[in-house]
């Protein structure tokens, strides 16, 4: 049985369980051990790095740390934002001569940096689909938009997805999940992510313009691997369709959700009915046969 | 008895502000043997040179050693500057203060001792130097140009002009290059083909010129004065001393839909083509990667009305060895395709161009004959965006460099544009405009204020389609930093200028050094911009950097200077640093035949008089020898040598650096 590191970061356990539920079903079926880091601690983002670039850096390599300690190779890290933490504290750790000496001090650990952490999308593709794909029971029979933002694509030196201005991993999972992905204009364009809270406005007029491209071009979901992105184009739905002329319905899902539908995963057991946004009509229109996991 | 002179440079600061110059020439003056040491600011200017020249006729110097900087620039000045005294060149020796120690160390004691220690093993050597006498090789005038573009056909045309012979070897079926695919030039707007065509024509008919198109470089052996070089003359399937050029062919072939490469990919051509009306020569040739008859063996049509039976489809590659002196490498360079811009969908969308495309939609002898038109439909566009450093001056994207010629070239792009289209709308997205040269930014003024083009200072961050229109993000920077999207029918990408992708593979040929980015090296970048590091071959046009056509041109005719230069001689000076072999010694084992790289060790018979052979040893041809030492190495009888670099000189500095306690404390 394949162990991986797992790191749900406060998301998963919070605003996005639905996420958490889908990726450990996933991970059930494909036979690979999610083993949680113990004593984990918040990766920092968003709060951390525009104060202190230290803390920045301690958090996360903190977590790098516990995982180094228990022997993991690598760290499954589901929420782009805490991924890209993690991967920013360890490319600091290995190339900054400063950070080296300091971050040991600072946390009271020792640590490498041989934990590599990897995004669900590395996650699939590595491990997941080869073991899966023969107990993909269900034909998606819808169009999906794949959408990236920018966690996942940016920066540049910490990005593990090809072709980053136009990448076609997640469509390539989709695709390989027996789905149709669409192709669309704004893939990994800005969902307003860091102003989810304090300006909802340019939330709503970025994500605007996100939802009504992949709805002219016929997506019946928006497939999301990233908390920040979901809780925007879900949760921000009234101040979106501020923005627009007719009400926007498109259901925004995790990628992790859709491939449990196409392994015939019961909705409910996915978390299908934590979303904002109603997805009946969504799962009505695909066909529907389920197994017990 | 030896009698050394030391002469320790400054360098202005380079060397003085880490070395005690003073101290290490004091330190000199008690070595053995050395009866004059003196330091000076800058030992390179004459007063510099003055110093030495009179130092060796004052002291009787029987060597010189210069500490100064690499022997690279100025080991030649300095032994120039020996001579001139009356001592032989090659007892003047430099040991290395400026990049081997005073560049690389802080100011410390230490560092002033290890400019001593340097000095002094250069002492030990030059005692055993011996005088040598330069080499004198025959040069064959002939010059081989690589590239028939317009930096090739002008290094061509001037050294052909000054009486000598040229080869032309291009790898299209024509010559002409990329000014030939371009439809006007800027700063003066006037056609390309116009001012380029009577030269391409003056190249095929002059009677210096010998061209080989639709062929390359197999081979380059030997060096300067006497290279031998293979071309190989790929099969044309057609007899160009039989063809007439009636085109018969061409219009009877049934294989018509190949995407145009002179069109760049906007037309259509048959598989037997002429590249373009004005080529040259103006005969085809089968592409044979989608000719009917070599993919299946059926179909002749060609040879069939061929009325002058020039088909000859059993043709084969031939490789032809020519002798010439200098090689110019004018092999152009190419813009970056398709895949590298998913953000703008090139390759996705077919009205997103790149530069070269526009000015095939723009030639008078294009795809639309000249009127503008969108590839996706066929419909005049109204609008325009033009996105200037698309690839260019982008690390993120691996091209760190300023492609040059974009600036301009998308500023004639617009004007072109609202030449045509007066009521068009012409919008240019840059990151700063860089109009330098002669009448260039009046040129982009004249595209701002006259022609009504709008330049907006920014990046473009995403193209997409949207009901047939292409909408183009960016921001502006510098009306309040606002995010703007235009609608556009078409958007041309001025895409990085890059090398060609073979460009690695021809400089390994030629044995010349290369940038990270494949385009070939000069042999330095402000003082030798037109040469190699390998005699005998320079460079002219975009193959060293991407470059315009006055620059090109510029460049071709200095490097036609130098090329004409190295003809007025009858004979070549070398240096005589090469190999040479004790025939007492030598056992005739020829272990050094096997690893000599430039093939320069034969065979020689050493007989007596009445004829009876006693042995056979090894001899250096001194004309290919390059002094390389690894025969050196090899020989188990220690029988060769290196002059210059003689193993007793090279042991004399090693234990010179083994002896050091004596002198490191004065």
Redesign the interface.
């Known amino acids: 049985m394949t162990k991986i590191g797992y790191f749900p970061g406060c998301s998963l356990n919070g605003t996005a369980k639905e996420y958490d539920l889908s990726l450990q079903a996933i991970a059930r079926i494909a036979d690979i051990e999610l083993v949680e880091l113990d004593d984990w601690n918040c990766c920092g983002a968003t709060a951390a790095h525009s104060l202190n670039s230290t803390l920045a850096v301690a958090l996360p390599a903190r977590n790098l740390a516990i995982a180094e300690k228990m022997g993991l190779d690598e760290i499954l890290v589901p929420c782009a934002a805490c991924f890209s933490r993690l991967a920013q504290a360890r490319y600091e750790i290995k190339s900054d001569e400063k950070y080296r000496t300091k971050i040991p001090q600072l946390i009271e650990m020792e640590i490498k940096g041989t934990a590599n952490p990897i995004t669900v999308l590395d996650f699939l593709n590595k491990y997941a689909l080869d073991k899966i794909k023969d107990k993909l029971y269900n034909k998606l029979n819808a169009k999906f938009a794949c959408y990236y933002g920018c966690l996942l694509t940016r920066p540049?030196h910490l990005s593990t997805i090809e072709?980053r201005?136009?990448p076609l991993v997640m469509e390539k999972i989709i695709y390989l999940s027996g789905g149709m992905p669409i192709d669309w204009?704004?893939k990994v364009?800005c969902c307003g992510a860091g102003l989810s809270v304090v300006r909802t406005d340019i939330v709503g007029k970025l994500c605007a313009k996100i939802l009504d491209?992949a709805q002219?071009r016929g997506a019946d979901a928006i497939i999301v691997a990233c908390p920040m992105c979901h809780s925007n184009l879900d949760m921000r739905r009234n101040e979106i369709n501020k923005n627009l002329s007719t009400d926007n319905e498109i259901p925004v899902v995790y990628i992790t959700q859709i491939i449990g539908l196409a392994l015939g995963i019961d909705p409910k057991k996915l978390g299908f009915d934590k979303h904002f946004v109603p997805t009946d009509k969504f799962l009505h229109k695909l066909q529907k046969q389920t197994v017990e996991v | 008895m030896a009698r050394i002179g030391v002469f320790v440079c400054h360098c202005g600061e380079n060397i003085s502000s880490t070395v005690d110059c003073a101290k290490v020439a004091e330190i000199a003056s008690n070595y053995p043997g050395v009866v004059y040491s003196i330091d000076y600011k800058y030992m390179c200017s004459d007063p510099g040179q003055n110093l030495i020249k009179e130092a060796i006729q004052k002291h009787k110097l029987t060597g010189v050693v210069v500490a100064a900087c690499s022997p690279r620039m100025h080991e030649p000045t300095f032994r120039k500057a020996t001579a001139e005294a009356g001592l032989n060149p090659f007892l003047c020796e430099m040991a290395n203060l400026r990049e081997h120690c005073s560049w690389v160390h802080f100011r410390e004691d230490s560092t002033t001792e290890k400019a001593a220690e340097l000095v002094r093993v250069l002492v030990e050597k030059v005692k055993h130097n011996e005088e040598l006498f330069p080499i004198k090789v025959p040069i064959t005038k002939t010059a081989l140009v690589i590239g028939g573009g317009i930096g090739g056909i002008q290094a061509a045309l001037d050294i052909a002009n000054s009486g000598h012979k040229v080869i032309m070897v291009e790898k299209n079926p024509s010559i002409g290059g990329k000014m030939a695919q371009l439809s006007e030039t800027f700063p003066t707007l006037d056609c390309s083909q116009c001012i380029l065509t009577p030269r391409m024509v003056e190249v095929a008919q002059h009677p210096n010129i010998t061209l080989y198109t639709y062929a390359e470089i197999e081979s380059v052996d030997g060096f300067i004065g006497n290279f031998k070089v293979t071309i190989r003359q790929k099969a044309k399937s057609v007899d160009h001393k039989a063809c007439t050029g009636c085109g018969l062919c061409i219009e009877k072939c049934p294989i018509k839909k190949i995407p145009d490469e002179f069109n760049a990919g906007l037309g259509n051509r048959a598989a037997i083509y002429v590249p373009f009306p004005q080529a040259v020569p103006n005969k085809p040739v089968i592409d044979r990667n989608n000719c009917t008859y070599f993919l299946k063996g059926k179909c002749g049509l060609c040879k069939k009305v061929c009325p002058a039976d020039a088909i000859h489809y059993e043709q084969e590659d031939e490789l032809i060895k020519v002798d010439v002196g200098a090689i110019v490498a004018a092999t152009g360079f190419d813009i970056k395709h398709s895949d590298f811009f998913p953000e703008y969908g090139y390759g996705k969308y077919a009205d997103v161009i790149d530069g070269l495309q526009f000015e095939r939609l723009a030639s008078a002898s294009g795809p639309t004959l000249g009127v503008l038109k969108r590839p996706s439909d066929g419909k005049e566009p109204e609008s325009i965006v033009f996105i200037a450093c698309a690839g260019s001056r982008d690390p993120a994207k691996g091209i760190p460099y300023c492609s040059k010629i974009c600036c301009m070239y998308t500023a004639k792009h617009a004007m072109l544009f609202k030449h045509k289209n007066h009521h068009g709308k012409a919008t240019v997205f840059y990151m700063d405009i860089r109009a330098g040269g002669k009448m260039y930014d009046e040129f982009v003024r004249r595209a701002i204020e006259e022609d009504d083009v709008n330049y907006i200072r920014g990046r473009v961050s995403r193209i997409y389609e949207k009901n047939g229109k292409l909408i183009v993000c960016g921001v502006d920077t510098l009306l309040n930093s606002r995010p703007v999207e235009i609608e556009a029918d078409m958007v041309v990408l001025a895409t990085a200028a890059i090398a060609n992708s073979d460009s690695e593979e021809l400089a390994q040929k030629l044995h010349i050094s290369y940038d990270p980015y494949h385009f070939f090296s000069e042999a330095h970048p402000k003082l030798r911009p037109v040469e190699t590091n390998t005699a005998g071959i320079m460079l002219a046009g975009a193959c060293q950097a991407p470059k315009d056509i006055p620059d090109t041109v510029s460049q071709a005719s200095g490097t036609a200077a130098k090329v004409v230069a190295l003809f007025s001689q009858d004979e070549l000076t070398r240096e005589p640093l090469i190999a040479y072999v004790n025939n007492n010694t030598c056992v005739g084992c020829f272990l050094c035949q096997s690893v000599c790289p430039y093939l320069a060790i034969e065979k020689e018979e050493i007989r007596r008089r009445d004829g009876t052979l006693v042995k056979t040893v090894a001899k250096i041809n001194p004309g290919l020898c390059q002094g390389c030492g690894t025969c050196v190495a090899l020989c188990r009888s220690k029988s060769i040598d290196i002059h210059g670099y003689t193993n007793r000189q090279i042991y004399a500095e090693v234990s010179a650096l083994f002896n050091r306690r004596e002198y490191a404390g004065v």
């Open positions: 540049e072709r201005e136009d204009a704004f364009e491209d002219s």
